[in-house]
């Protein structure tokens, strides 16, 4: 019987051994490419996605998101939108019949509508903040979702580096990746859990006070 909690706390979380995706990545520079990654996208049954965008520290000033993550099970494909841009081919899949999961989607709809006037939302998604409520969770971070079923750390250290570089670092590529990966793994466990029932939700203990 798998124990889930409705909530989890950042000190427990710190605890926690360190998870990377531990599959194939490959960065997609140029349109030939993403139609490549596309076409294997699409005899898949589920992706992760997200996105990232190159931090402003500078009031006034925004950026473009820069790469879009989509991930398979074992394989995640890094599309760098800020060489590319938009390619016919990945606005077909976003709006396609592939199962899509991510979190804050709405977030990621929008940074996508910035940079070319599509409607991604149209296409086949599941927003993990709204699946997550179904089991009694209310966290809505997919470090705290990841770190309640699986007891394990997402690290969150490569957030605010700069998405744009000429060439992705390897803590970048991992950090994106994951992120990605995470959602079809958070997914697929839900998923489970909801058809065979082996899970309970976790009554907390009262915080105790004295007088």
């Known amino acids: 019987m798998k124990q889930i909690r409705r909530t989890i706390t950042k000190a427990e979380i710190a605890e926690m051994p360190k998870v990377l995706f531990s599959g194939r990545i490959f960065v997609i520079y140029t349109e030939s490419e993403a139609e490549k990654a596309v076409a294997y996208l699409k005899s898949q049954h589920i992706v992760g996605v997200d996105t990232e965008t190159r931090p402003s520290f500078k009031r006034g000033t925004s950026h473009k998101v820069a790469l879009l993550q989509v991930s398979t099970q074992d394989t995640c494909f890094l599309f760098r939108l800020n060489r590319i841009g938009m390619p016919d081919s990945l606005q077909e899949f976003l709006m396609g019949d592939t199962l899509k999961v991510g979190l804050s989607l709405k ?11 599509l409607h ?92």
């Open 107 to 117: 977030d990621d709809f929008n940074s996508l509508r910035k940079r070319e006037n």
């Open 120 to 211: 991604p939302d149209r296409g086949n998604w599941i927003e993990l903040q709204d699946y997550v409520a179904r089991f009694g969770i209310e966290d809505r971070s997919l470090q705290k979702i990841f770190a309640n079923l699986f007891g394990q750390k997402i690290s969150k250290s490569q957030r605010l580096s700069n998405w744009e570089a000429d060439a992705l670092s390897d803590g970048q590529k991992l950090y994106a990746a994951t992120d990605a990966w995470a959602c079809v793994k958070i997914y697929n466990c839900l998923v489970e859990l909801e058809r065979t029932g082996d899970y309970e939700i976790t009554k907390e203990e009262p915080i105790e006070t004295t007088e």
